[in-house]
């Protein structure tokens, strides 16, 4: 490798989003976008309040009950 090549010092790291030709409002829509598939405003909410653990432990069980009612339901469709 050659030792003499260095990285630029903008690298960029995250999400981000480039504004072309002074349109702002076009650029906030696609960070909006890219906030939203990459599950950050989920879990910025979930973390917003603190949650006891054993409340945690019960949310979660209850979305695998639920998740697991789907899947029989399902199943019982394919039949």
């Known amino acids: 490798m050659n030792k003499d090549y260095k990285k630029p010092s903008y690298e960029k790291r995250g999400l981000y989003v ?15 976008k890219l906030v939203n598939a990459e599950g950050m405003v989920k879990d910025m909410r979930k973390k917003e309040f603190y949650e006891k653990p054993s409340a945690i432990k019960k949310r979660e069980k209850a979305q695998a009950r639920k998740r697991h009612l789907k899947e029989l339901e399902k199943n019982k469709e394919n039949l």
């Open 18 to 32: 480039e504004v072309r030709g002074n349109d702002v409002a076009r650029a906030l829509r696609k960070l909006k």
